[in-house]
């Protein structure tokens, strides 16, 4: 039996203590109208430590009262994720909670690269959590950042006892990381006015966005001003993806094609990215993408001319 539909799929990251449990029933109870099913991913031999699903082995999975699908994955994602969809043709979004301390790339990945998951989901965005209380004293500060860095939405926890002075103070240091994203606070774990379903559409109102370092994060802008060759665009950046997969951890980019009548969206994690066609007009010759990563060794300006090439 094959889907109609493909299934969104939202990533839920966060450091260790940011909320995302509270953040995640938040959702359930306020979207009870949809099916979900929840993923506890985990790669590594530790065992989640999961307030939100309790006594589940890895790779079982199992119906909830509540009509909810949970899973906790460790081994074979690709698989179990493709099952999940097979077994279950009334689940309607998929949720995938990372542990507090993981690399969210790997778990995204496979969403852009894997062609069967390709035909099965549709990314829907990646919604990072962060502790105003404890974000500057978190042990793991790099982790921290590429998961900010990495998100579509950032929603800033445990500001109940900040002015506003202070929450607009952690605001600015945030969107440091991650100037794409769309920015959330919540209130003892409710974000009101959160559209789960609206995530990737928001996160596309950025066009100038000025060029921006921290510590070992660079936001870059490129602007290219003629029509891009499709084929050759996409072989050059799949070229400098497998070279810089593990310092390049965000992109997105609104371009404009040769013989292509509408924008394309570009969206990438780490060493992949996808390519779709959009609803609007390629009203003008120029493209936008902006690149967040640890882009000290990126040659950005190879990159610009090779991009503008003309296959031969």
């Not at 985990?42 to 939100?52: P, T």
């Not at 009334?90 to 778990?107: F, M, N, R, Y």
């Not at 390049?248 to 570009?266: A, D, H, I, T």
Request: charged residues 25%; glycine residues 4%; contains cysteine.
């Amino acid at each position: 039996m094959h889907r109609q539909n493909k299934i969104p799929v939202t990533i839920i990251t966060g450091f260790l203590g940011a909320g995302k449990t509270t953040f995640i029933n938040d959702l359930l109870r306020n979207n009870q109208q949809t099916r979900f099913a929840l993923v506890e991913n985990e790669f590594g031999d530790v065992a989640i430590d999961s307030k939100l699903i309790k006594g589940v082995e890895a790779s079982q999975m199992f119906e909830l009262k509540n009509g909810c699908i949970c899973c906790t994955i460790s081994d074979e994602y690709e698989q179990a994720l493709a099952e999940l969809a097979e077994k279950f043709q009334d689940v309607e979004h998929l949720l995938i909670e990372t542990s507090g301390v993981a690399d969210p790339a790997p778990v995204i990945r496979p969403f852009f690269s894997d062609e069967k998951l390709r035909k099965l989901y549709r990314f829907n965005g990646t919604v990072c959590l962060a502790d105003a209380k404890y974000f500057h004293r978190y042990p793991a500060k790099k982790m921290a950042n590429k998961q900010l860095a990495i998100a579509d939405t950032v929603i800033i926890t445990k500001t109940e006892d900040f002015s506003q002075e202070q929450k607009g103070q952690f605001l600015n240091a945030v969107k440091q990381f991650n100037p794409l994203a769309c920015f959330f606070s919540s209130d003892f774990g409710h974000v009101y006015d959160f559209d789960l379903s609206n995530i990737q559409h928001t996160t596309l109102r950025y066009i100038a966005i000025n060029n921006e370092s921290h510590e070992n994060l660079q936001v870059k802008t490129i602007r290219f001003e003629k029509l891009l060759n499709k084929l050759e665009f996409a072989d050059t950046l799949t070229y400098n993806l497998d070279l810089y997969k593990n310092e390049v951890y965000r992109m997105k980019g609104l371009l404009c094609f040769e013989n292509e009548p509408y924008q394309y969206v570009l969206q990438g994690v780490g060493g992949s990215f996808e390519l779709a066609e959009s609803d609007e007009l390629a009203n003008s010759v120029v493209s936008e993408m902006v690149i967040i990563g640890n882009l000290k060794t990126f040659d950005l300006n190879n990159f610009i001319l090779k991009s503008q090439s003309t296959p031969e």
